[in-house]
């Protein structure tokens, strides 16, 4: 459902030129759980960006469901980003002065949808997450973990295909790192959620079904 | 998705209580002034008293004398025989009025001193202005000419000597004159200076005719055509009058001749860039330097709103990465971002509005400006309402833009 073709990404600075990602390919299938790992600054998170629509490679195409998108205006980017992508941070990236409610209705807000309905949807994904009580909080009054799950929720309220977790429990103690990858595994064998997560915890990446290393801004396998 | 931009915007303005104090404020300050300079100028150059038919009268106020080698000038209003020998000869205009001029006197009636101000006028003047009269009438072609001693006064005056007895039929001393009154009319406001006074009587009762060979005094001519167009034409036979024909005094040496009938913009504007010696107004040039004025003064405000913007944009970028993320377009956050300005500029422009309105009022009521008088008025509104969208524009697009077009990767990481 997602496919990298010979990606190159390359950072020009006024003198040098960083070579971020060099010659990649890659293709996730639908209902995979694949973990991405390396060293920092190897490129993991550039790569991420690049499958979430969020980056443009220097070289090579992305194609989404066998479309690439390289001649893809901004609008229909952000279409795509809406529609087919969710993705969560290690930072969560909650808007602090909007309740979680607020918070996870926020993707259904760029499409035709009433409020009522948004309400409802995002009121179902709490609930998967086990937030449905404190759908009225804001996200500081929330621990960690809950955030997190906030952050799930709001991924998985527009039933993207896919969901990109650019390193979920990096924030998290090791039992809150748990119930959050539980959480994405449940995702992912249940609602057949295709996941792709950047992480530097071996243990975490050893339950996913697929993992893929990268390192100077190569694949290795 | 409106409504959501305007919550969005609404819970904007609450999370950043101070930054919005501080934008309101700025925005609502800077409107303020200039509406309350845009009324005081409204009521300037669209008069509501006896002067609103402004289009229909045009007025000589200053005459430069000189000599060819402009080295012996002087300047100042008209004098009696100036215009007797030279005005009165113009063909285009239909009525041609002269007065001298308001001056303060101090009037004691019933033991009470007031000083009020006085104005010697032809019968020409009710014609050619358009006065409100409360009760009585003006005086008329036969009183004038037969230098009867009538008065006309305003409401003021009448309240002053007379409390709230009617003034008309009432005996007005004026020096050794005694006047009896005719007439009373509304205060004219301050800003219609061509017709301003306390009281009004005809120049025939002058008790000396001395002022009859006098050049240069203290009187004003009003040139006066019903068909607005024409009054144009009369201020060209004026001046060419005035290169061509005009008759001086020859015992003054005073050879050229420089002034104008000019209509309220170009008085102002001769006022502003004075030039002895040419005909010309340079109303252009006031109407660039007013308008470069406000852009400037509007201007400044605006570059330190702009500045707050941006630098707002810093605590709003993973915002904006994490909304870009989950599918809003550049074009969309372009929106939110215009209509979060625009939301913030109509708040204090509504509170500049009504400050202005309060600010007004107490110039009013404090009489600081005599016979002041600024009501709520459409144009203005409109004006004022024009003034905080260009305001709201300036301010916001730029910052807008710049916010809705951060890539989503450098946004989530909290830099532009």
Redesign the interface.
Known sequence: MLTLKNISKSFQTERIETIALSNINLHIKKGEFVSVMGPSGCGKSTLL?IM?L??HPSEGIVAVDDKAIDSYK??HI??L???KI??I?QSF?L?H??RVIDNVE??L???KMSAKERKELATAALEKVGLKARIHHYPTQLSGGQQQRVAIA?AIV?KPEILLADEPTGNLDSHMSDEIMKLLETLNQKDNATIVMVTHDEEMAKRTERTIRVFDGQLVC | MLLNYIITAWKVFLRRKFFTFINLFGISLTLMVLMVISTIGESYFYPKGPEKNTDNIRVINRLVLTNEAHNQTNSGRLGYKFIKENLFRLQTPELISINSGSYGTSIFHQGKKTKLLVKKTDSNFWKVLDFDFMTGRAYSDGEFNEGKFVAVVNQHTEQELFGDASAVGQKLSLGNQSFTIIGVVENVPIVEEVALSDIWVPYTTNATTDYQQETRGSWDAILYHSNPAILEDANKEYINLLKNEVILDVSDNMTEAYSGAYTKLESLSREMFYDNYSYDTHEELFISVMAGLVLLFMLLPSINMINLNVSRMMERSSEIGVRKAFGASTKQLLMQFIIESILLTLAGGILGIILSLLILHSIEASGLIPYAHFPFNIRVFLIGLFLILVFGLISGVYPAYKMSRLSPVTALKGGF
């Open positions: 960006n979430g969020l980056d901004d609008k952000a279409r980003r809406n529609e969710g993705f941070f990236h808007i002065d909007l926020l993707p807000l760029y499409r709001r527009g």
